[in-house]
């Protein structure tokens, strides 16, 4: 194997924990957005449960709740009020589709389970990506430095001949 020069070492030195750094930022910070929007969503679903408007779509138990909304004209303020339940809804329903489970009663712990199982998914996908791209910038820079450097230094040896 050739012997790697110096600009590749660094490039490889300075790669390593620029990458773990990016994937532990990305990934912590994904964390903490789950715990704040499972903490508003959780607070928002309660209220709903009591509004008389979302407990008229909870008691037609639609199949598909979109076609539910649209036949029944509900106002847009109805569905804006109830819409961490129709959210909640369209996941019930996600879920027994899923697993096959057609009017069988699901837990609300289930599908709360089931949120964070596909958010974790999402949140993979994010932080590969993330990191993906701070790699890539890094490497876009890393080339652009050695460039100019390599260009003074061409253009300093041009100068030194000439003496």
């Not at 020069?5 to 789950?34: D, T």
């Not at 076609?67 to 303020?77: A, D, I």
């Not at 109805?78 to 909640?88: K, L």
Request: net charge positive.
């Amino acid at each position: 194997m050739r012997r790697l020069n110096g600009w590749v070492r660094l490039y490889i030195v300075l790669l390593v924990p620029i990458a773990l750094s990016s994937w532990i930022w990305s990934y912590s910070a994904e964390n903490k957005n789950y715990e704040g929007f499972s903490s508003i969503r959780s607070n928002a679903l309660e209220p709903q449960m009591k509004n008389p408007e979302c407990i008229k779509i909870l008691m037609a138990n639609p199949v598909a709740i979109d076609g539910y909304l649209t036949q029944n004209n509900l106002s847009r303020e109805t569905t804006f009020n109830c819409h961490m339940i129709i959210d909640f809804w369209s996941q019930i329903r996600e879920y027994q589709n899923k697993h096959n489970l057609s009017g069988k009663i699901i837990d609300r712990e289930t599908i709360e389970a089931t949120f964070k199982e596909d958010y974790d998914a999402q949140k993979l996908r994010a932080t590969t990506f993330g990191t993906g791209l701070c790699i890539i910038i890094y490497t876009i820079l890393f080339l652009m430095a050695w460039g100019s450097i390599a260009s003074i230094r061409w253009v300093i040896q041009g100068f030194k001949k000439n003496n």
